[in-house]
T-cell receptor, first 106, second 117 residues
Framework: TQLLEQSPQFLSIQEGENLTVYCNSS?????LQWYRQEPGEGPVLLVT?????EVKKLKRLTFQFGDARKDSSLHITAAQPGDTGLYLC??????FGTGTSLTVIP | DAGVIQSPRHEVTEMGQEVTLRCKPI?????LFWYRQTMMRGLELLIY????????DSGMPEDRFSAKMPNASFSTLKIQPSEPRDSAVYFC???????????????FGEGSRLTVL
């Protein structure tokens, strides 16, 4: 059983579309992190959310931490091919989610 | 500054052979982590070090796996003997003292892709 479940597992969309990916757990977290991993590379930190209900924006990416601090979402507006990659949520350095593999088709 | 450096990038070996993966963390980072990534199990923590001392190796799958950090700038992950189920991408990551355990940002290497035939 994974501590952090992500959905969907795979997502393929056209350039310009919007999308949301989710990170869910039955546990309460003090914080959650989102990483993006491009093919052949290691994950790179995008954001850390620490307060229930918190919303953080990073250009076209919007991250939200659930009020109960059990879940988080990542919304991408007007997706671009450069957004292609594996999106991972993580708790501290010990637990990583199952990942969402995103492909944005030009 | 150079990032986390791992070698080799790719390793193909036969079952039963010894495999050694190497990692140079970012200078000044006091925490070093080894992870394994597979399609089936995702990214799993194997072991981590603080100031060259192994803190938690509960993620190491079997006694065939061992890790060392002889100094602040070098760590190895060894598999002996290797088996086909060890095929995966192995990542090393580091983070500075003071940030670890406090949502500290992990800086990953590019990984070592291991294939055991």
């Amino acid at each position: 059983t994974q501590l952090l479940e992500q959905s969907p597992q795979f997502l393929s969309i056209q350039e310009g579309e919007n999308l949301t990916v989710y990170c869910n757990s039955s546990s309460v977290f003090s914080s959650l992190q989102w990483y993006r991993q491009e093919p052949g590379e290691g994950p790179v930190l995008l954001v850390t959310v620490v307060t229930g209900g918190e919303v953080k924006k990073l250009k076209r990416l919007t991250f939200q931490f659930g009020d109960a601090r059990k879940d988080s979402s990542l919304h991408i507006t007007a997706a671009q091919p450069g957004d292609t990659g594996l999106y991972l949520c993580a708790y501290n350095q010990f637990y990583f989610g199952t990942g969402t593999s995103l492909t944005v088709i030009p | 500054d150079a990032g986390v450096i791992q070698s080799p990038r790719h390793e193909v070996t036969e079952m039963g052979q010894e495999v050694t993966l190497r990692c140079k963390p970012i200078s000044g980072h006091d925490y070093l982590f080894w992870y394994r990534q597979t399609m089936m199990r995702g990214l799993e923590l194997l072991i981590y070090f603080n100031n060259n001392v192994p803190i938690d190796d509960s993620g190491m799958p079997e006694d065939r796996f061992s890790a060392k950090m002889p100094n602040a700038s070098f760590s190895t992950l060894k598999i002996q003997p290797s088996e086909p189920r060890d095929s995966a991408v192995y990542f090393c990551a580091s983070t500075p003292l003071g940030l670890a355990g406090q949502n500290g940002e992990l800086f990953f290497g590019e990984g070592s892709r291991l294939t055991v035939l």
